[in-house]
């Protein structure tokens, strides 16, 4: 539980009360778009502040820059991911399958040290945990307790092939589903880390742009013996949206 413990240490408790979200909402049970009618437009809850200083490209490596969305792209929210990326073995390698995660906004302190400098530590510590609550239940508990849940994240196959959809219903928003354009490994630990990613919209109207950055952890081992066994690693990213 240790683990646990430090991770919400490091991605909540720096959460001033000005930027959380007036409600709680507990995980979102079904994960089909199906159920999509009667969402609003648009990314549900706003910043309860103004993030033109936020700066995608401050913080990335200088040969990272083909992650920065065209200049026409506005940003409109800072979040960070905490979920497991899942995998299948399939002859002998473990395939990724998507990911099932949840996306909190912190576009009012994303530059804090809590949200970035400590999540690498943390993750890594609870892929090392034995037993205990399952993560996604666990950040399930989270998303209540403090409020500011802005979407869920998972994968499916409503636009023809597998693609990964961000859904803001749990704030009152619409959903995302995109399309990879860029795809970098880790700059810092690629064997630990997954890549870092600009994604393009092909549905919906939450965002136009998408770019995963800052991950810590999801990968998995190099190989594996036992074909069809199912993996969850661990990870977390941060995930600037642009409109």
């Not at 395939?95 to 890594?124: H, K, M, R, T, Y």
């Amino acid at each position: 539980m240790h683990g646990f413990v430090k991770l919400a240490a490091a991605a909540f408790a720096a959460i001033p009360l000005a930027s959380a979200l007036p409600f709680s909402v507990p995980f979102a049970a079904s994960h089909s778009l199906a159920a999509r009618s009667g969402l609003a437009t648009g990314q549900g809850q706003a910043p309860k502040c103004d993030i033109f200083q936020a700066n995608l490209a401050a913080e990335l490596p200088a040969n990272l820059s083909a992650l920065i969305p065209p200049s026409n792209a506005s940003l409109s929210q800072v979040t960070i991911g905490f979920g497991t990326q899942n995998y299948t073995c399939t002859s002998g390698k473990y395939v990724n399958v998507g990911a099932l995660a949840q996306v909190f906004d912190i576009s009012c302190i994303q530059e804090l040290p809590a949200i970035s400098a400590n999540i690498a530590a943390v993750i890594n510590e609870i892929q090392q945990l034995d037993g205990g609550i399952a993560l996604e239940n666990w950040l399930a508990k989270m998303a209540q307790w403090s409020g500011f849940k802005l979407a869920d994240h998972y994968f499916d196959t409503s636009s023809g092939s597998l693609a990964p959809v961000f859904n803001f219903q749990v704030s009152g928003g619409d959903f995302v589903i995109g399309k990879k354009l860029q795809d970098i490994a880790d700059p810092f630990n690629p064997t630990v880390n997954v890549d870092w990613l600009q994604l393009t919209a092909i549905a919906g109207d939450a965002a136009k742009f998408l770019v995963r950055e800052q991950t810590a952890g999801g990968q998995p081992p190099a190989s594996c013996s036992v074909e069809n066994e199912t993996l969850q690693v661990p990870y977390a990213a941060k995930y600037w949206f642009f409109a």
